[in-house]
């Protein structure tokens, strides 16, 4: 990751952190230059996607209270810092904190490699899009709407999808990639990402995603158990496809590091505001159910 220049904000580091993971910044909902959001958002993908290694140039820029601050991400993600320092003499307040902590220290000639013969340069591979910028209808979203009010947080043991003769939509593999691309970019919110994700592999509304709490997210993630109260085909616990699965783990981790508890999983433990509704988020997407065909004309955007 490349630190913003001519900046010693906590918080604009932090964002460096998540436009290095693909998110957009910066972060909407909080209230400016409010450093806790914005450093457990990106705890919580690290963890759930997992990142391992976090490499950070110009390190020899840093001021002692950002390095404070990629210390205590270590220390809350394991993740394993690389610090590259473009000047020799390594800054005092570095040495001091680094005596802290595990490390080592190596000149960059002992880390590369020996120059070898120049080779014609080969093109990066490119991994096709075929759906890029196009809308996706889904008919898993015909069903998003509201359905009613759901009552209290149900404890039940609920049957798998496959026992009770339910079928979610599959999507064909180039649209699951699709899919999956927008919605690991679309937002740095952990829930809002999870929550549509879930909507399309299970076909589920908002009343029945609202009923989904930490504690229904299976321990490795492979399972989401929904609770209805009988609106549709009652309590049902759903396989979650593996191009999903870290979008939910961020959404529970990020509870268990913003709030040190469990609640509802499609819910912002962080207490964020004016964000989208999950609709509105689907459109930002260009994700949308089918649309209606009448008189030879074709809708082109809203749920209709």
């Given amino acids: 990751m490349h630190p913003t220049p001519g900046t010693d904000a906590a918080i604009a580091l932090a964002y460096d952190v998540l436009a290095a993971l693909s998110k ?19 705890a ?8 391992t290694h976090l490499t950070l140039l110009r390190a020899h820029l840093l001021t002692p209270h ?14 394993r810092l690389v610090l590259v320092c473009h000047h020799r003499a390594v800054r005092a307040f570095l040495e001091r904190e680094l005596r802290q902590v595990d490390h080592s220290i190596a000149e960059a000639s002992a880390l590369l490699p020996e120059a070898e013969p120049a080779v014609p340069e080969r ?21 998003l709407k509201a359905l009613d009010d759901s009552t209290g947080p149900c404890r039940c043991a609920a049957p798998m999808a496959a026992d009770r003769d339910f079928f979610p939509p599959v999507m064909p593999p180039v649209t699951e990639a699709e899919v999956a691309w927008r919605l690991h970019r679309a937002t740095a919110h952990p829930y809002l990402a999870a929550q549509l994700a879930t909507a399309t592999f299970t076909a589920a509304s908002t009343t029945q995603l609202a ?48 709030a ?40 082109v955007g809203g749920w209709q």
Avoid: K
């Avoid at 909407?28 to 457990?40: E, I, M, N």
């Fill in 24 to 42: 957009p910044v910066p972060l909407a909902g909080y209230r400016h230059l409010d450093l806790g959001p914005a450093w457990s958002i990106a």
């Fill in 123 to 143: 093109q990066a591979p490119h991994t096709a899009r075929p759906l890029a910028n196009r809308w996706i209808s889904l008919p898993a979203l015909t069903t």
């Fill in 66 to 79: 950002r390095f404070r601050a990629f210390l205590t991400l270590r220390r809350r993600t394991g993740v």
């Fill in 44 to 51: 919580a993908w690290i963890l759930a996607i997992p990142i």
């Fill in 211 to 258: 009923t989904a709490h930490v504690r229904d997210l299976g321990p490795d993630g492979t399972t989401i158990t929904l609770h209805d109260h009988g609106l549709r085909r009652g309590c049902m616990t759903h396989p979650v496809p593996d191009w999903a699965r870290p979008l939910l783990r961020a959404a529970a981790l990020l509870w268990r590091i913003g």
């Fill in 260 to 299: 040190g508890t469990g609640g509802p999983l499609f819910r912002d433990p962080l207490g964020g505001e004016g964000l989208p509704s999950l609709t509105s988020f689907a459109e930002d997407c260009r994700l949308r159910p089918p649309q209606l065909r009448c008189a030879g004309l074709v809708s």
